[in-house]
């Protein structure tokens, strides 16, 4: 995986060939039903339905509020300054949570059913998981836009356009009122259209949506939500009185075990409790996880998806070229 673009852009699959939506399957769909795989490539998201068990989701939740040092019974713990400002300003105030490498992230990132799921969405068992932060969005009366914003973690500027997956696990239900996640499914679909109409220098990480849905997607805890890097999407503030919008970012893309600055360099973020050293992940000032956590025990599918150990079938299982 490398990031592509600006600093703060997402990873994307260097060595993938195949627009995500190109795609002909070859292995056999393990968690995603024909109707989501239709889905996910005319609208650039899939949501899996209980994809993390219920008490490894409540684990979590019970996690992120210790982490965040605030009370889920006392909102008069919520009202705090955010201990770190972002590169990216669009993430100011939207509840980023810098912990990365605990055990209870381990075991959601290493749950087989997400695994099968990111199978599915790549056409191939050869992964590595993103290692990612979590999400406390708590209501707040904060100024700014009502509406949140909208952005793309890559620069659809370049040619061919980047390749790459994120997702999202939410530990609590999401709807219209809590705010979360929301996207922009029309502008994923008919991109090159958009494009067109649009000057030579917009920017490529921002688009101008005027006259575009914008959809808030409803999850319940538990339930996944993978999308494709070029669907435009982002932050909906939490509007409502007391409940907290919580989540996980779990992503996986192609394992690059030749990679091998890249693989010491996941290894050591998990092994050190790190962040990312890349300017969107700030890190957390207390240094939270090396002070309170050991180094999380990975199954032998986490080790896989960490690249502590290899993939014994390394490689692609789908081209274009292939027949139907």
């Known amino acids: 995986m490398q990031p592509t673009g600006p600093a703060h852009s997402h990873p994307t699959a260097a060595s993938a060939g195949?627009?995500?939506?190109?795609i002909r399957?070859?292995?056999?769909?393990?968690?995603?039903s024909a109707a989501d795989w239709q889905h996910w490539t005319t609208q650039g998201y899939v949501i899996v339905q209980q994809a993390v068990p219920a008490e490894k989701v409540a684990r979590m939740v019970d996690l992120l509020w210790r982490f965040d040092e605030k009370d889920p019974g006392d909102p008069t713990t919520w009202q705090v300054p955010q201990r770190?400002?972002?590169?990216?300003?669009?993430?100011?105030?939207?509840?980023?949570?810098?912990?990365?490498?605990?055990?209870?992230m381990w075991d959601t990132r290493s749950e087989p059913r997400v695994y099968d799921a990111f199978v599915d969405i790549w056409d191939r068992e050869d992964l590595w998981v993103t290692i990612d932060r979590a999400n406390l969005n708590l209501p707040r009366n904060q100024p700014g836009r009502p509406d949140?914003?909208?952005?793309?973690?890559?620069d659809t500027s370049q040619r061919p356009l980047p390749i790459g997956v994120q997702g999202v696990l939410s530990l609590a239900r999401?709807?219209?009122?809590?705010?979360?996640?929301?996207?922009?499914?029309?502008?994923?679909?008919?991109?090159?259209?958009?494009?067109?109409?649009q000057p030579a220098e917009r920017d490529p990480m921002h688009p101008d949506t005027s006259g575009l849905e914008i959809v808030n997607v409803q999850m319940e805890a538990g339930d996944l939500l993978i999308f494709n890097s070029l669907l435009?999407?982002?932050?909906?503030?939490?509007?409502?009185?007391?409940?907290?919008?919580?989540?996980?970012?779990?992503?996986?893309?192609?394992?690059?075990?030749?990679?091998t600055a890249a693989r010491e360099e996941r290894i050591r973020l998990w092994r050190e409790r790190d962040h990312?050293?890349?300017?969107?992940?700030?890190?957390?000032?207390r240094a939270w996880e090396k002070q309170h956590d050991e180094v999380a025990t990975l199954t032998p599918l986490g080790k896989r998806l960490l690249g502590l150990t290899p993939w014994t079938t390394a490689g692609p299982r789908s081209t274009t070229d292939a027949e139907d």
């Open 25 to 32: 399957k070859s292995l056999p769909l393990r968690v995603l």
């Open 276 to 285: 990312p050293q890349r300017p969107a992940f700030p890190g957390d000032p």
């Open 174 to 197: 999401q709807d219209a009122e809590v705010g979360g996640f929301q996207c922009v499914p029309a502008l994923f679909r008919d991109f090159d259209a958009w494009e067109r109409t």
């Open 232 to 259: 435009a999407h982002g932050v909906r503030p939490n509007h409502s009185t007391s409940r907290p919008r919580i989540a996980q970012y779990i992503a996986m893309q192609p394992a690059e075990w030749d990679d």
């Open 148 to 154: 949140g914003f909208i952005h793309w973690d890559v």
């Open 84 to 104: 770190r400002d972002h590169a990216m300003l669009e993430l100011n105030h939207t509840g980023m949570l810098e912990i990365y490498n605990h055990q209870y």
């Open 18 to 22: 195949t627009p995500l939506k190109d």
